[in-house]
């Protein structure tokens, strides 16, 4: 049997340039990436992705753009499934009233289900590939960032 696993994740830039990143801590694992997660049996992915956005971040998103999906071989660093990513670029709905830090896991939150998080905010300018753990979201955010010129942030 093969398993998929398959991601939906946001790009949020705000009105002063900046993306919102997220760096958790789960299973002893710490990682970078953009807010998003696993689509749910009978769940669409914009559905999902605005679900989980809600559920990480508080923040109700609208979707405004396909940036990017999976195109290469990837295995989840958690199980034996293979990833499947999705990026699409959002926009807040409502005001953003995270904890915004300025350090990399600075995790002062108690943990949700084993899992610590934290919000960093970084200028689109500033943020490279390689600050970001996955390969999917190194992809993602090149991609992302060959349209900055065509998109309104």
Same mark, same amino acid.
């Given at each position: ?20 990143? /997220? ?53 989840? /660093? ?6 499947? /990513? ?68």
């Amino acid at each position: 049997m093969y398993l998929f696993n398959v991601r939906v994740y946001g790009i949020l830039v705000n009105e002063q340039g900046e993306v919102l990143i /997220s760096d958790e801590r789960t299973e002893n694992v710490s990682f970078t990436k953009f807010p998003g997660g696993g689509l749910e049996y009978g769940e669409g992915l914009l559905d999902a992705l605005k679900r989980e956005y809600m559920e990480e971040t508080g923040l109700e998103v609208e979707v405004l753009k396909h940036i990017y999906t999976t195109d290469f071989w990837e295995k989840s /660093s958690f199980n034996d499934s293979q990833i499947i /990513s999705i990026y699409y670029q959002v926009n807040p709905i409502n005001k953003v009233e995270l904890n915004i830090k300025t350090k990399k896991f600075d995790f002062t939150e108690k943990s949700v289900e084993g899992k610590l998080q934290s919000f960093r905010l970084i200028p689109v300018d500033k943020l490279k590939s390689e600050d970001l753990t996955f390969k999917t979201d190194q992809v993602a955010w090149v991609e992302f960032l060959k349209t900055v010129d065509k998109i309104e942030l």
